[in-house]
């Protein structure tokens, strides 16, 4: 167990639907971020929040958007959902103290998210 | 910019083989951080090492080692002796002191131990 907990496992819905995920980083983790990965385009990264903000931005799709809460765990939202975005999502944390870049990040299991 | 190569897609080897992942990588920053991630066919990314710019020396773990060239903007992994359990597809990942902490991961290799 990673410590990084993402919920659901799994979800299968239609097209034009709108999803949440949902991640708690591990305890002490203050940034969570949110990685995209399908068959064909690896690990993509959407979004990065660090305590509550916005840190950096991926390749996100403007029918995304995500959040972090002040207990810092996140949420990712996906709307008017095509068969595309058929993925695994990832949520993982750091601590990231400054921005040395010398955190390593921790994934949880991710969600799978079935589009059809 | 900052960008990590894999070149490899697939790789596949006969139990008790080595086995050697590439990696390669471009980047700016004079300081900078690589990884390695492991994903089994359960899904999770787990993490294998991390290794600074200025740490050069190789670094041996059991089976696995690591093989890092500033020379050659390289980071490449060796399994020996390579067991079905190492199944599984390995990402290399790039994080630099001028880039927030932003991860930049390779399409990661997938290898086949073929008992």
């Known amino acids: 167990d990673s410590g990084v907990t993402q919920t659901p496992k799994h979800l299968i819905t239609a097209t034009g639907q709108r999803v949440t995920l949902r991640c708690s980083p591990r305890s002490g983790d203050l940034s969570v971020y949110w990685y995209q990965q399908s068959l064909d385009q690896g690990l993509q990264f959407l979004i990065q929040y660090y305590n509550g903000e916005e840190r950096a931005k991926g390749n996100i799709l403007e029918r995304f958007s995500a959040q972090q809460f002040p207990d810092l765990h996140s949420e990712l939202n996906l709307s008017s959902l095509e068969l595309g975005d058929s993925a695994l999502y990832f949520c993982?944390?750091?601590?990231?103290?400054?921005?040395?870049?010398?955190?390593?990040?921790?994934f949880g299991a991710g969600s799978r998210l079935t589009v059809l | 910019a900052q960008k990590v190569t894999q070149a490899q897609t697939e790789i596949s080897v006969v139990e008790k083989e080595d086995v050697t992942l590439d990696c390669v990588y471009e980047?700016?920053?004079?300081?900078?951080?690589l990884f390695w991630y492991k994903q089994p066919p359960s899904g999770e990314l787990v993490f294998l090492i991390r290794r600074n710019s200025f740490d050069e020396q190789n670094e041996i773990s059991g089976r696995y080692s690591w093989n890092f060239q500033k020379s050659t903007s390289s980071f490449n992994f060796t399994i020996t002796a390579s067991q079905v359990v190492d199944s599984a597809v390995y990402f290399c990942a790039l994080s630099g002191t001028n880039t927030g902490n932003q991860f930049y991961f390779g399409t990661g290799t997938s290898l086949t131990v073929i008992p």
């Open positions: 980047t700016r920053d004079t300081t900078y951080y």
């Open positions: 993982a944390s750091s601590v990231v103290r400054g921005s040395s870049g010398a955190n390593v990040l921790t």
